[in-house]
């Protein structure tokens, strides 16, 4: 089992920043990879941003150049710095783990408002 806990949303100006952080805990040791996930309400969850166990990430085209995804080993702790924002990055953030080897994601945060007013 892994607990993930998400933290660092909040209301923002466009053009702001801001930084997500997810704290995890239990049998991390078992963790492939972990991705930023974010959903607006009505639409389909879109997958931001990912960050494997060896360190590469990959990032939505829609985020390039603008988000950061990295990790604390030591924290057991990873994050999304968000610069740039714009109104359409305006979502509940969720973060993910995959520790069963299939790419599916397993263990799920309980996600955090991000909103970017124009």
């Known amino acids: 089992q892994v607990q993930l806990v998400e933290s660092g949303g909040g209301l923002v100006q466009a053009g702001g920043s801001l930084r997500l952080s997810c704290a995890a805990s239990?049998?991390?040791?078992?963790?492939?990879?972990m991705g930023w996930y974010r959903q607006v309400p009505g639409k389909q969850r879109e997958l931001v941003a990912t960050?494997?166990?060896?360190?590469?990430?990959n990032y939505a085209d829609s985020v390039k150049g603008r988000f950061t995804v990295s990790r604390d080993s030591a924290k057991n702790t990873v994050y999304l710095q968000m610069n740039s924002l714009k109104p359409e990055d305006t979502a509940v953030y969720y973060c993910?783990?995959?520790?069963?080897?299939?790419?599916?994601?397993?263990?799920w945060g309980q996600g955090t408002q991000v909103t970017v007013s124009s």
């Open positions: 993910a783990a995959e520790v069963s080897g299939d790419s599916s994601y397993d263990y």
């Open positions: 239990g049998s991390i040791f078992s963790i492939n990879a």
């Open positions: 960050i494997i166990s060896g360190g590469s990430t």
